[in-house]
């Protein structure tokens, strides 16, 4: 359980070899290993969301995975979708309509939006609230994060495209 | 007040205005920097062993297994931590008769409920300390728990914690007019016997807490995930003995926190104690099964109501018993009667009637403190009146509606003082009624239920009147003894090229506190609020404040905010006049530059004032001060609080067959008195709503006979989610008070405060065609069904 193994992976389009104890979750990995701590840990149960990166382009729990086994994957955190503006246009939703409070569960949400939006371009409300149905957040109320995410999706149907959030004044 | 008044209600004030929050940014960008992400060099982690029985005497503890276990540093008991710090007591001077038995970091002989962390291990890694708590070897000696409240009060009762008399924490009667004689004349009675789950605050981010004692300083600095770092700076300091100035407490980002962070927990008392002994930074983060077991939990309530009519519907007077379960302990330092204290306090607060009576018993017994949660006492009180109010309504043959236009306070009736002791300055019961019943389509919404009812589909349609408290002054905690502050204070400051920084003692968990001081700042000194930076949440640099809490970060932050923004603009312009050789009522500044007032014509820009003071004094006449610095502290004066109020509407679904409820939509009005940003407010609003939805139907700490919480986990204890929450529509009304220039109030606690009181009505409403009904929350599929006689 504590002896460390050597393992592969790509994160945030780098390819990197480190070493994890076999009971390091991914997650945990990320967080302590790499220093990402845009990826959080809410549950460590895989039912809150907090945790959310991409796993080869799908949403998985960071949490409900085991670092070894993300082996030859590639992985895409908060910080790397930020850095290759992939969603620039949720963040900038996010901020204009408010959609975050505390801001711990928004990586999540970010992901899952993302996800959802790429299988489902133009979505219903409630589709949108049924996608967002494995993210907690305490703070909001949801409200604000249905309207963000179906603003951008109204937005890129309309082939609009985000500057680079980080750009955008405050 | 003159000139400077005005701009609060200019067309381009920042004030009223919704604009976005700057710091969300860096969260949005996966950069927010919370205590769970700190790591400090030498850093080691606490891990902590916690009783598995809920109430047991502790026989014997081996730790020399885990001791011999890879990483272990230090392994602390009770008694270890109890040389090092002063014990503390949950109680209020002003609670009269309060008692509670004393705390100690970590216990030295009884353990008081299940899941109290009994020994600590620090190691190098969370792991490691983990696996050494597995090897601590802890006899305990089972003792009979305390569980049930009834039991708990009977004399020959078992304790809840040795050298208790008896298991009443706290107990209180409030008597005013003349309520029996009220109830005898009356010509209809309507009772009902009310149960309130436990719930608990399940921030995202648990409690997480990083102490670092310096011995060759003398210095201890905690990063602490808590909506108060000067109370706990106060309370390391007194009970570690180490000099206040010589205590730093930070608190960065704050996964939320709804009050449930403002409370000493016993693993945070310990860890600053772990670090004097380490030596080196020791951090605990609670995972969530330790969140469950160790975070406060709220509510818990039992309560007998019953409200006296005359026989056209008129509200007469209302008689009260509460009894609420707190835990072993009352909370520190403040207190687990509070709550109870503002059910009976708030109870009929909408309402005119005269007479009253209440009885309050908060008792002890074997299971986790419960203590403030986002909106104190204020659902139990608001829930229980508005039951009563529309059962009355139904008695007397009125609409909900109809009844309530007979009884709440008049609009033009303030001030007005409640027969339970709070005076209230402005209240706009009327008119916030009048609004909800417009946009709820009231009348359209109560023709489609009829229609439906005869299709075979049930409807119900709820609505609750409420009170909120805000805007504290020492009336709430100072005067009881607890070194809790109701000022706050700023320090804003014009750097060398003409930007400003406010360092306040108000602080931010994501509701905006920062942007709103901001807009204040920039408003109020004539700014471009980009060239305004906040910093709030750290000891060493804001003056001592309250800091977030009971709703008072708008009202007497912003009002801190406002009036060291005048004074410091005072000064800007003073100096300016002397540059200029003007005089300073002749001017004004705006968007940064200094102009004549009457003419707008620019004079000099306010980087130019700040490059001359800071640089070249010389040019300056002699004697001129020139203080580009302000330290203002702003303490509530006038009523006590400033009471808020509102209304909401819920409009449900009931599956008769399932017991389901499907919430299709729900409106608030509410009234804070100025808002200072529309969009900060109803996001506020919405989320309060939500946890209000939560407990109405989902949330609840269920225990089992002997005392173990038997849904600890975020798999088994249900929070609301996304795909069962309504869209939520929200209306304002603006009553100001007059205690402040500002006139705000707050609204952190309106959403939650009637959110479950509507939900209750509005399910009631749905159940009413089967003669059936329901006075618990939450409001599961399986009372219902119970409600309906199916099960």
């Known amino acids: ?170 | 007040m003159n000139a400077p008044l005005g701009a609060l209600d200019r067309p381009n004030s920042y004030i009223g205005r919704s604009v976005s929050r700057p710091n969300a940014k860096r969260l949005l960008a996966g950069r927010g920097r919370y205590v769970t992400d700190l790591v400090l060099p030498r850093m080691l982690h606490a891990a902590f062993l916690r009783s598995p029985y809920a109430h047991a005497r502790i026989s014997a503890i081996d730790l020399s297994a885990a001791q011999a276990m890879p990483g272990v540093r230090l392994i602390a008991t009770g008694a270890d931590l109890a040389k090092l710090c002063k014990p503390w007591t949950g109680t209020l001077d002003h609670f009269r008769g309060m008692k509670s038995p004393p705390q100690f970091p970590l216990p030295l002989d009884e353990v008081l409920w299940a899941g109290q962390a009994v020994v600590a291990v620090v190691a190098d890694t969370r792991a490691q300390a983990e696996d050494a708590v597995e090897a601590i070897l802890i006899d305990f000696e089972e003792l009979p728990p305390v569980v049930d409240v009834d039991a708990a009060l009977e004399p020959d009762s078992d304790r809840a914690a040795a050298g208790l008399d008896d298991n009443l924490c706290f107990g209180l009667k409030l008597d005013s007019g003349d309520v029996d004689a009220a109830f005898a004349a009356a010509a209809y009675v309507v009772e009902e016997e009310f149960h309130f789950g436990r719930h608990t605050a399940v921030t995202l981010e648990p409690r997480a807490i990083l102490a670092d004692w310096d011995a060759s300083e003398g210095r201890l600095t905690v990063h602490h995930a808590t909506q108060t770092p000067y109370q706990f700076q106060d309370l390391y300091s007194r009970h570690y003995g180490i000099p206040e100035a010589s205590v730093r407490v930070v608190a960065p980002d704050v996964g939320g926190s709804f009050g449930m962070k403002l409370h000493v927990y016993h693993e945070d008392m310990a860890v600053v104690g772990l670090s004097v002994l380490a030596g080196r930074p020791v951090k605990f983060v609670a995972d969530r099964m330790e969140s469950f077991i160790s975070d406060i939990h709220a509510r818990d309530h039992r309560v007998r109501a019953r409200i006296a009519l005359d026989a056209a519907g008129t509200i007469l007077a209302m008689d009260v018993d509460d009894v609420t379960a707190i835990g072993a302990f009352s909370s520190y330092p403040r207190t687990s009667a509070v709550e109870g204290n503002q059910v009976v306090r708030l109870m009929g607060a909408p309402y005119r009637f005269r007479d009253y009576r209440a009885e309050l018993s908060a008792v002890f017994q074997n299971k986790v403190q419960t203590s403030q949660y986002r909106a104190v006492g204020h659902p139990i009180a608001c829930a229980v009146t508005e039951r009563l109010v529309d059962m009355a309504a139904a008695r007397a043959g009125l609409d909900p509606v109809a009844m309530r236009e007979k009884n709440l306070i008049p609009d033009d009736a303030y001030p007005h003082a409640s027969p339970t002791g709070y005076r209230f300055e402005a209240l706009s019961h009327e008119k916030c009624l009048k609004r909800l019943t417009v946009m709820m389509d009231y009348e359209r919404l109560r023709a489609e239920q009829a229609e439906l009812r005869a299709s075979g589909i049930h409807r119900g349609i709820g609505i609750a009147s409420f009170v909120e408290i805000s805007n504290p002054s020492p009336a709430f905690y100072g005067i009881g003894g607890a070194r809790i502050s109701a000022q706050d204070g700023a320090i804003v400051k014009v750097t060398p090229s003409g930007e400003v920084r406010c360092l306040i003692s108000v602080t931010e968990q994501g509701q905006g506190t920062e942007t709103i001081i901001g807009q204040i700042v920039a408003d109020q000194l004539g700014l471009p609020r980009e060239r305004v930076r906040v910093i709030t949440g750290d000891t060493e640099v804001t003056p001592h404040g309250g800091a977030t809490w009971a709703c008072r970060g708008a009202g007497i932050g912003g009002e801190t905010a406002l009036q060291a923004a005048r004074k410091l603009r005072e000064n800007v312009l003073s100096l300016a006049a002397t540059v200029l050789q003007a005089k300073t009522f002749e001017l004004d500044m705006r968007d940064g530059v200094i102009v004549d007032l009457m003419t707008g014509a620019e004079r000099i820009s306010l980087a130019e004032i700040a490059r001359i003071a800071y640089f070249r004094s010389d040019t300056l006449p002699p004697g001129t001060s020139a203080q580009l610095s302000v330290a203002h502290h702003y303490a509530p004066q006038g009523y006590p609080f400033a009471f808020t109020n509102g209304i909401q509407g819920c409009h449900v679904e009931l599956d008769t067959e399932t017991g389901f409820v499907h919430i299709l939509k729900h409106w608030v009005v509410e009234d804070c008195g100025r808002i200072i940003n529309p969009l900060l407010v109803d996001e506020q609003v919405r989320g309060g709503v939500v946890q209000g939805l939560g407990a109405a139907f989902f949330e609840e700490c269920r225990y089992d006979g002997n005392g173990q919480l038997t849904n600890g986990s975020l798999a088994d204890y249900l929070v609301p989610m996304a795909c069962e929450m309504p869209d939520i529509e929200i209306g304002h009304v603006e009553t100001l008070t007059a205690d402040t220039a500002l006139g705000a109030k707050g609204c952190g606690e309106a959403g939650t405060a009637a959110a479950s009181a509507a939900a209750l009505n509005a399910v009631n409403d749905a159940l009413s065609p089967f003669r059936a009904s329901i006075a618990q929350i939450p409001m599961t599929p399986t009372r219902l069904l119970r409600a309906l006689g199916k099960i």
Do not use: W
């Open chain 1, 1 to 170: 359980m504590t002896t460390l193994r050597p393992l592969s992976l790509m994160v945030n389009g780098e390819t990197l070899t480190c070493f994890a104890e076999p009971r390091e979750t991914l997650a945990d990995l990320l967080r302590r290993g790499l220093e990402l701590t845009g990826t959080h840990t809410g549950c460590e149960m895989g039912v809150c969301g907090a945790c959310l990166v991409m796993l080869d382009g799908a949403p998985v729990h960071a949490c409900l995975l085991f670092a070894v086994q993300a082996e030859g994957s590639a992985i895409e955190t908060i910080e790397g979708l930020t850095a290759k503006t992939a969603i620039a246009d949720l963040q900038c939703a996010f901020h204009d309509r408010n959609a975050l409070q505390c801001g711990f569960c928004t990586p999540g949400m970010l992901v899952t939006a993302q996800a959802l939006l790429a299988r489902n371009p133009q979505p219903s409300r409630a589709e949108i609230r049924d996608a967002l149905s494995g993210n907690y957040c305490r703070c909001t109320g949801y409200e604000a994060i249905v309207d963000a995410i179906e603003t951008v999706a109204r937005r890129r149907a309309a082939g609009e495209v985000a500057a680079a959030f980080a750009e955008e004044p405050a």
